[in-house]
């Protein structure tokens, strides 16, 4: 007997899922296991042998693979336990290989953002230096897209097609009124920019869309962020702005408006970037602004998914079961880009000692001089990830997605 | 020479542009006019003479109606204009209806809320005491459903599609993880709360979905608060919580964090609903808890907006144009529901001083007895509201509108 585990971690995204059904799709295919079993709630199913069978969904329910594909979150649940290194409690390593040993397991498939790579990288180094006969393979996932040596990341696209859209929405939604208004817009993204970058999407040619976007790439001067909003305002009433909520200032720290902020109980609280640009707006311009979060939606809007990001979230899924049949351990999927125009990848799995616990931040070429904007390279480098919309089922006018039944027991 | 005159006034939904192609279509149909002009930024392009001429628009391109349909916001801008009275300036009154005598105007149809409708009322007050043969005719929306007789307004059915379906998206987000936690979203409704009642239609069979409601129909109490979110995690981990923008206490007064909170500024700031309660529940359970607005996408979020709403829109100015041709005039349109299942409707216009500046809130019957949930009668009002979905074409991964260049010179 041999079959594999697949177990999910971090923070939801709408493609997850897709990559999990990429998997047990390639496994079945492929016959490169007995049984596919699921890992509830991470590397915290296998500790607590809490499985579920994924081979018999698949053979009771033959639109199991196709729901699951656009089901946002986490179908097997998540979890937020750090693994601790094996010198520091072996235990741990030695209790997860035994139970893959009564289990048949010989590969174990680990979806998750950096620090579900770190996981992968503490398990495979494990069982390479034990003699552990059990691939460990990462796939990756992240809105972020802030993962090295991968073109992107399975759920960037889907979030940063969601952004582009929500925000060409809000452009409408503002630019009715004749009287001047300044709306900004907070986006995901402590330390990278990347779904911030694609509120620019949003934008048409007669002016309508986002007019000033800014990313913790750049360091954030307040000053110069009146002037960029008052030279906006000379030709045109109603000015959007979107901000990644990581923006930092000279010194490298957040804007904020932490000062005096604190609840009816006494609390000291944080209010975001976005709340601390209306206020500086008020309060030097005098003219209505309002700040507004694009939220938990950004990761799990999955009605408005890409069809390219949730294609290639699937085959991610795949080439990890391809590469562990060729032995192929410690690594994790990527996507290489071939050509931009039409819009080619590849694919294929690097070592994920060169990937974990790295952060791929927006070059500064993709970001305007003025540090208000981004360049057309980085429009050339979004513009294929939003493409496509997937075959959503509708039921009394909602969204059909995978049951999530097995987590409320 | 027979014109009309059609213009839009008060906040975005994604619907009142259907109502606008309706208007248009009926009017082209029926061969009721030989030109039908939009006045731009609603009353205040007839004062401005401020046109532009939609059968050009229809003649040139023939999508552009079905485009239209499907258009969020305002083709023809808004405005936040306050009609005087005929007594207190009459000249207004003067200079709109010479105007409506150079451009040989019969009809002239304003698309909006409440205070729309009191500009149509004043208007078609004014005709007929002054023996002007132009009918005035009212096409209602507004996402807060809070119009009187009309069975529901334009616009609330896709916002409650919109706050349904993302409100499912958010259940799938929260329910990922093994640990105790609180999601509260705040939904817009500062005297109705028929938009946040529609969150209850996210919910599943197996406990997945929204937990607690509370509308403002109901004087919030903080302690019953407290005790329904405890009761609630004895069964589940995952709660979520929706409240309306407006809920108030025994004392009419709206739960807001209001104390001691200022910017960076010194200025004093009112946080919402769902900060206050989010500090109640980290005070009193201390518990991971957040809270979330869904904001603007609310209104405008057109990519999934109700087929029902957008077909019922676009007949709500089909039968305004139909009884403007049997000499109507004062009248809004409204919509009666004849039966639940199936759902069938008819269309009629009622007396404009019956509707204007009256508000229709959610009956009790429509809530449950312990005031944090909707009961089944509810459910049966919502659910045929958000049937359906239209056909929105995508271009390069985004939403294809209507452009609003004429806005932008």
């Known amino acids: 007997m041999k079959n594999c585990i697949i177990a999910q971690s971090g923070g939801p995204t709408v493609a997850i899922n897709a990559s999990l059904a990429g998997v047990i799709e390639e496994s079945i295919t492929a016959k490169a296991y007995d049984t596919v079993y ?4 991470g ?10 069978n994924l081979t018999e969904k698949v053979e009771e329910d033959p639109h199991f693979l196709d729901t699951l594909k656009i089901t946002p979150a986490m179908y097997l649940g998540s979890c937020r336990f750090k693994m601790p290194s094996a010198e520091e409690k072996p235990q741990v390593y030695e209790q997860i290989f035994t139970f893959f040993e009564e289990k048949e397991i010989t590969g174990f498939y680990y979806i998750g953002g950096n620090d579900s790579m770190d996981t992968v990288l503490q398990l495979s180094a494990y069982a390479q230096s034990h003699g552990k006969k059990v691939s460990i393979m990462g796939v990756p996932k992240t809105i972020d897209n802030d993962l090295c040596h991968t073109d992107h990341t399975p759920g960037f696209g889907s979030a940063a097609k969601y952004i582009a859209c929500t925000m ?3 452009a409408y939604d503002t630019s009715i009124y004749p009287v001047p208004s300044v709306t900004i817009a907070e986006i995901m993204g402590r330390d990278a920019g990347w779904l911030t970058a694609a509120t620019a999407l949003a934008s ?3 002016g309508l869309g986002v007019d000033l976007i800014y990313l913790p790439e750049v360091a954030f001067d307040r000053n110069q962020f009146v002037a960029d909003v008052t030279s906006v305002l000379k030709s045109k009433k109603n ?10 200032d000279e010194n490298n720290e957040y804007i904020s408006a932490s000062t005096a902020t604190t609840d009816s109980f006494g609390h000291s609280q944080l209010s975001g970037a976005g709340k601390a640009l209306e206020y500086l707006i008020a309060d030097r311009l005098g003219i209505k602004v309002r ?3 694009i939220n938990l939606p950004q990761r799990c809007a999955a009605h408005l998914s890409s069809a390219t990001d949730l294609a290639e979230s699937a085959e991610l899924g795949k080439i990890a079961v391809k590469k562990a049949m060729q032995c192929v351990t410690g690594h994790m999927s990527v996507i290489q880009r071939t050509a931009n125009t039409p819009y080619t990848v590849t694919y294929d799995t690097a070592n994920i000692a060169e990937i974990a616990n790295q952060v791929k931040n927006v070059p500064r070429s993709y970001i305007n001089q003025a540090g208000n904007y981004v360049t057309e390279e980085m429009l050339t480098y979004l513009r294929p990830l939003i493409a496509g919309e997937p075959k959503v089922e509708y039921k009394d006018g909602l969204p059909q997605f995978a049951p999530l039944n097995h987590l409320y027991k």
Chains 1, 2 share one sequence.
Do not use: K, W
Request: charged share 15%; aromatic share 4%; no cysteine.
């Open 38 to 41: 699921g890992s509830l709630h």
């Open 43 to 52: 590397i915290m199913g296998v500790l607590n042998n809490d499985l579920i």
């Open 168 to 170: 060409s929405e809000i």
């Open 204 to 206: 048409t040619s007669y």
């Open 239 to 248: 000015v959007l702005i979107a901000i990644s909520e990581g923006i930092r």
């Open 291 to 293: 700040s507004i979060e």
